[in-house]
């Protein structure tokens, strides 16, 4: 099976969770046109606080649906846009890809991993006990963070279920991604 959009969301507040959309339409160097993380610079209020003016590497949020049905097996109800992601993805470990990984997601768009994405509290006050169940070690104690990964959009386009994706790997050495 071919990795595929299974959903996308966005929301012009910011509020943990996002409705979903028939299509999103992604503008290069912007994000997700009408999010409320659209922009340049960073849009994430806490990252606000501290610089305004440092880039904004969070423009798309990504996860894996396959982290539903893990969350699934242990008890959380978690239904696509709950998390805040704009894309849900399908058929793809977004989780093991190197820092630079660029994603064609339908006929035009195209995304660039920046890094992980790093939960925050608001992950238990949706459900509690969740935080916990996103984050988890390797056999080296090293924290894994599951809760999805971030991008900065390349090209621009319209992203809608069911659209394929492509990757690009950038050139190695390759970087695992880290929190962003």
């Known amino acids: 099976m071919s990795p595929t959009v299974r959903a996308v969301a966005s929301d012009a507040a910011h509020r943990f969770s996002k409705p979903l959309q028939m299509a999103i339409e992604l503008v290069a160097g912007h994000g997700v046109r009408g999010d409320a993380h659209f922009g340049v610079t960073v849009q ?19 996860i894996q649906c396959e982290l539903f049905d893990d969350l699934a097996a242990r008890g959380f109800r978690v239904r696509p846009g709950d998390l805040g992601e704009n894309v849900l993805t399908e058929g793809l470990d977004l989780l093991s890809l190197p820092t630079g990984t660029v994603l064609r997601l339908g006929a035009e768009a195209e995304v660039e991993l920046t890094g992980l994405r790093n939960p925050c509290a ?14 988890d070690h390797d ?20 992203v809608r279920p069911g659209d394929t994706i492509a990757l690009a790997l950038p050139p190695a050495p390759h970087r695992a991604l880290e929190k962003v």
Not at 52 to 57: E, I, R, Y
Not at 142 to 152: D, E, H, Q, S
């Open 44 to 62: 994430h209020r806490s990252r606000v606080a501290v610089d305004p003016t440092q880039p904004n590497l969070r423009q798309v949020h990504l």
């Open 122 to 135: 608001q992950i238990d006050r949706f459900q509690q006990g969740l935080m916990r169940a996103v984050l």
């Open 139 to 158: 056999a080296d104690g090293r924290l894994i963070r599951k809760a999805g990964v971030m991008a900065v959009v390349r090209s621009g386009g319209f």
